[in-house]
């Protein structure tokens, strides 16, 4: 079933810009290359950039082209057992949602930002999704 998309605001966009902003330097400096390329490959791919949130379903044909992951959305945050779970069977529950923009460096939990610039691009690295749909397994129950 397809990912309904979500029309974000201008509110929320600049607040994910305010958040790419920050990362930008940060990527380069402190993420491994095999994110670095990920991020690079998902930004043609997917419409990664400071101006554009990306719609879940775009980087879930994405990555399911590359890797075998598919997005999942959620509402709210999982058990560690329904997550790993997941990442078992090479799904990634990812919430829709934003943080508030009166503080857009800080969010008490998860939220779109979190998802998609600090976990998403590693499930398009082979040797990464590899290593969670099968190490992971065991530790969900799913073996």
């Known amino acids: 079933k397809a990912i309904e998309p ?3 605001s201008q509110a929320e966009i600049e607040t994910w810009g305010a958040v ?4 930008e330097g940060l990527w380069d400096q402190f993420a491994c290359k095999e994110f670095n390329h990920a991020l690079g490959l998902m930004k043609q ?8 949130i990306p719609q879940q379903q775009e980087i879930s044909d994405f990555l399911s082209n590359r890797t ?3 997005m999942r959305p959620v509402t709210g945050l999982l058990s560690s057992r329904d997550f790993l779970n997941g990442l078992a069977f ?3 529950f990812c919430t829709q949602y934003i943080r508030h923009s009166s503080r857009p460096l800080y969010t008490p ?11 998403a691009p590693m499930f ?3 040797d990464f999704a590899d290593f969670f749909a099968r190490d992971w397994s065991g530790q ?3 073996e």
Request: net charge negative; with cysteine.
């Open 124 to 126: 398009a690295d082979h």
């Open 140 to 142: 969900s129950g799913c």
């Open 109 to 119: 939990e998860p939220d779109i930002c979190h998802e998609l610039m600090g976990h």
């Open 68 to 70: 075998g992951f598919r």
């Open 90 to 92: 090479r799904v990634f």
């Open 20 to 23: 790419w902003d920050k990362m």
């Open 6 to 8: 979500i029309d974000y």
């Open 45 to 52: 791919a997917c419409g990664y950039s400071r101006d554009r």
